[in-house]
């Protein structure tokens, strides 16, 4: 284990994947979301296969024993991707990005009521400090009137979906991962995904030139940050890198004043902050106890 290395990837994976949604947000307005979908599931297969050959470990992602499961986490996720990338058009980059923090909540509640899972305490404690949080960002759109109010509000029920949608995308992968390898769960995930979306065709529409370019980089930056994301999960624990997966709300508040002129309603931080301190303390708490069961006899 190398704590600091995993620290480090999974800063940079913050990096990636905000610089995705920042893509994404820039052609929102032109480009539908299935087609970005498909652009992020199929480009992203590149760096990905790229890395399993370099590892050697290619021809294990394509060995499956659960083609079922790949099926039902690819249908879910992919509809979880095509909510969060349709909410960028209409509400800021930053919002998008705070309400994806609801997912390690509703995982929480998801393991208890799927995977018949013990759920300590703490982590319900976590999942109320997270709805407060959840409540307080939602208050500046209940605040709002007319069409702006209207666009804000579909936007917001589309990245709450997709947070929801990610939080069983996230149970069915550790159902997963006790028969299946990280190469062929990436794999048949991206694949289904590209599959699924090509359901949507009658709504695509010749992009741009520059369109295309950023769909490449859509691709890329997902397929970069994927890889990212598990290297980190291999030098630490998860109970270390998760509460870094934070930063990724500091680069799209970032990058959303940069390029979109967009600042974040005040009390859009402070909900956020209630939903980071849930889910990191809980990822802080997960971490002393597999360290206590370590050091114990």
Same mark, same amino acid.
Request: charged share 10%; aromatic share 12%; proline share 4%.
């Given at each position: 284990?190398?704590p600091?290395l995993g620290?480090f990837?999974?800063?940079?994976a913050?990096l990636?994947? +905000?610089?995705m949604s920042?893509?994404v947000r820039g052609v &929102?307005d032109?480009?539908?979301s299935?087609?970005?979908?498909f652009?992020?599931?199929?480009?992203?297969l590149v760096?990905?296969?790229?890395?399993?050959?370099?590892r050697g470990?290619?021809?294990?992602a394509?060995?499956?024993?659960?083609f079922g499961?790949h *099926? =039902?986490?690819?249908?879910?996720?992919?509809?979880?991707?095509w909510?969060?990338?349709?909410?960028l +058009? $209409? !509400?800021?980059?930053?919002e998008? !990005?705070?309400?994806?923090?609801?997912?390690?909540?509703v995982? *929480?509640v998801?393991?208890?009521? !799927?995977?018949?899972?013990?759920?300590?305490? $703490?982590r319900w404690l976590? =999942?109320?400090i997270?709805?407060v949080?959840i409540?307080t960002m939602?208050?500046?759109?209940?605040?709002?009137?007319?069409?702006?109010?209207e666009g804000?509000a579909?936007g917001?029920? @589309?990245?709450l979906?997709g947070?929801?949608?990610a939080?069983f995308?996230?149970t069915?992968?550790?159902?997963?991962?006790q028969?299946?390898?990280t190469?062929?769960?990436?794999f $048949?995930f991206? !694949?289904? +995904?590209?599959?699924a979306?090509? *359901?949507?065709?009658p709504?695509?529409?010749?992009p741009?030139?520059?369109?295309?370019?950023? @769909?490449?980089?859509?691709?890329?930056?997902?397929?970069?940050g994927q890889i990212?994301?598990t290297? +980190?999960?291999?030098?630490?624990?998860a109970?270390v890198? &998760?509460?870094f997966? $934070?930063?990724?709300l500091?680069?799209a508040?970032a990058f959303?004043?940069?390029?979109f002129?967009?600042?974040?309603h005040?009390?859009?931080f402070?909900?956020?902050?209630?939903?980071?301190?849930?889910?990191?303390g809980v990822?802080?708490?997960?971490?002393?106890v597999?360290?206590?069961?370590?050091t114990?006899?």
């Amino acid at each position: 284990m190398r704590p600091s290395l995993g620290i480090f990837l999974q800063l940079c994976a913050t990096l990636a994947f +905000a610089i995705m949604s920042t893509l994404v947000r820039g052609v &929102a307005d032109e480009v539908s979301s299935g087609l970005v979908v498909f652009a992020r599931s199929m480009i992203g297969l590149v760096p990905l296969l790229i890395w399993l050959g370099a590892r050697g470990e290619l021809r294990g992602a394509f060995a499956t024993t659960h083609f079922g499961g790949h *099926v =039902v986490r690819g249908l879910v996720g992919v509809s979880s991707m095509w909510a969060g990338f349709a909410a960028l +058009a $209409y !509400i800021p980059l930053a919002e998008a !990005i705070a309400f994806t923090y609801v997912t390690p909540l509703v995982t *929480v509640v998801l393991a208890a009521l !799927i995977l018949s899972e013990r759920v300590p305490a $703490y982590r319900w404690l976590a =999942v109320g400090i997270g709805f407060v949080g959840i409540i307080t960002m939602l208050t500046p759109i209940f605040s709002m009137h007319g069409m702006k109010a209207e666009g804000a509000a579909v936007g917001v029920g @589309l990245a709450l979906f997709g947070a929801i949608g990610a939080g069983f995308a996230v149970t069915q992968v550790r159902r997963l991962t006790q028969t299946e390898t990280t190469g062929s769960i990436v794999f $048949y995930f991206s !694949i289904v +995904a590209a599959a699924a979306s090509l *359901v949507t065709v009658p709504q695509w529409s010749l992009p741009s030139w520059h369109a295309a370019l950023v @769909l490449v980089g859509v691709g890329i930056s997902g397929g970069v940050g994927q890889i990212l994301l598990t290297a +980190a999960n291999r030098y630490a624990p998860a109970s270390v890198v &998760a509460p870094f997966n $934070y930063a990724t709300l500091l680069w799209a508040v970032a990058f959303g004043a940069m390029f979109f002129r967009e600042w974040p309603h005040w009390l859009v931080f402070c909900g956020a902050a209630l939903v980071v301190a849930a889910g990191a303390g809980v990822a802080w708490r997960e971490g002393r106890v597999a360290h206590r069961s370590r050091t114990l006899p």
